[in-house]
């Protein structure tokens, strides 16, 4: 059996602190929740966000593909996203509004200190984190930006919202008040390009048109529409499927208990959902429900052991910690669920990955020896981590006995009930249909 690695002192190599996924098992849980709801992510809340990335494509246009601003980084898009934040954040007065809008916290800081919003002073990687890049995927999934343009359903929601929000030749060919707010947006772009920074000064009269047309939960009743259709109407995975079970009566009744309750069980909702679900959408959940029953096993066991050691901050022995209650269960039922769960995988094209990365987890052994496997795993995942590898959240000494880093203290176990361990974008799908209002 592979030993883990006897420290005794620091190896700089691995030195970096990783604590995301110390077990690897986010990998395949993303890829199923991708094919379940395709284009939407956890970060997902306000799907007023693919309306302004609509009128960013129809304004961005203007420009050439290679054109980028004075700090050679930053593209026409993401100049408008500048303008877009900045003017949420000066001209929305209750901050209850700004809930969700990525960069707020930034421009609310360049704000206060006077200074213009840039790529220095804005998102570390806002091609990932900004709403642009929040949204962007689904935004593409559903047709509303096709090949970096305007797609045919960006079109039809740019229409409808020109029309609704009284903006009038925006878009359109007519003549209007859309036209002249066109304009200032287009300069205030091509400003904002030449000085790689927002240029419009705290008395600029565009700064309102943010919050008066764009504001996260104003969406207008034909857009909301145009926007509900989208979603429903998937080419691929199940949005559609599971948006329509969420926003019926009995689906939203089951799902607002847990909101209420803060508990997000979707293991519930798959639950109440899969009986009434099409075959294929029923083989999915039966993979991600044995998929996360595998993951509960694991990550309560090891919980539970960092836990124990957190609590006395000494050196533990393998011997301790393979009497946990968390240890025993998985060390007991994990060799059985491994088989079911990378069959069910199959069809998914996971069971490769599943088998590659918890095969060492999956032979029948005394508790003992899978708890330094489950160890040993961790320690192979951090290891495996870019861009050099990552600390464990644990020394091991000559002796074999473990002490946890001052970094990792916890002051719980593991959960051991039937939650999930990972999400699969019901929260984000329920805050959509509440802006959408498919849902009271």
């Keep these: 059996m592979m030993q883990l690695p006897m420290l005794s002192v620091v190896d700089p190599r691995v030195s970096a602190e990783g604590s995301i996924d110390p077990l690897g098992m986010y990998a395949i849980a993303d890829a199923l929740a991708v094919r379940l709801v395709p284009g939407v992510r956890e970060r997902q809340m306000h799907p007023r966000f693919l309306t302004a990335i609509a009128v960013s494509l129809s304004l961005c246009s203007d420009f050439d593909e290679d054109v980028v601003a004075a700090d050679g980084v930053s593209e026409p898009w993401q100049v408008f996203e500048w303008y877009v934040v900045e003017g949420l954040v000066r001209t929305t007065s209750d901050r209850s509004l700004l809930r969700g809008l990525p960069g707020q916290d930034k421009a609310a800081r360049a704000s206060r200190e006077g200074v213009p919003l840039s790529q220095k002073r804005y998102l570390k990687t806002p091609n990932v984190f900004g709403f642009h890049g929040v949204y962007r995927a689904l935004a593409r999934d559903v047709g509303i930006e096709v090949a970096g343009r305007l797609g045919q359903v960006g079109y039809e929601l740019l229409t409808a919202w020109e029309k609704e929000q009284g903006l009038d030749g925006f878009c359109s060919s007519v003549d209007g008040p859309g036209k002249v707010v066109r304009r200032q947006l287009h300069e205030a772009i091509v400003d904002g390009l030449r000085h790689g920074a927002v240029a419009r000064k705290t008395g600029w009269a565009g700064w309102s048109f943010f919050s008066d047309h764009l504001g996260i939960y104003d969406v207008g009743q034909k857009e909301s529409q145009l926007i509900a259709r989208a979603l429903m109407h998937a080419s691929s995975g199940f949005r559609g499927e599971i948006l329509h ?150 020394d091991r000494f000559d002796d074999g006995s473990f002490m946890i880093r001052t970094g990792y203290l916890t002051d719980q176990g593991g959960r051991h009930d039937e939650a999930y361990v990972h999400a699969y974008r019901t929260r984000a799908l329920s805050s959509f249909a509440r802006d959408l209002r498919l849902v009271s």
């Design 245 to 394: 079970g969420l926003i019926r009566p009995a689906g939203w009744r089951l799902w607002w208990k847990e909101v209420e309750q803060r508990t997000f069980s979707e293991r519930r909702f798959h639950q109440w959902l899969a009986p009434r679900a099409s075959p294929q959408l029923q083989q999915l959940l039966g993979a991600i429900d044995a998929y996360e029953r595998f993951c509960r096993l694991l990550q309560d066991a090891f919980d539970d052991c960092m836990f124990r050691l957190s609590q006395y901050q000494q050196r533990i022995t393998a011997q301790e910690l393979e009497q946990l209650d968390g240890v025993q269960r998985a060390a007991r039922r994990i060799p059985d669920l491994f088989a079911e769960v990378s069959e069910k995988l199959s069809p998914f094209d996971q069971t490769v990955r599943f088998e590659d990365t918890f095969a060492s987890l999956a032979e029948r052994v005394s508790s003992r020896q899978w708890v330094e496997r489950l160890l040993n795993h961790h320690c192979r995942i951090q290891l495996a981590k870019p861009p050099a590898g990552k600390a464990p959240w644990f």
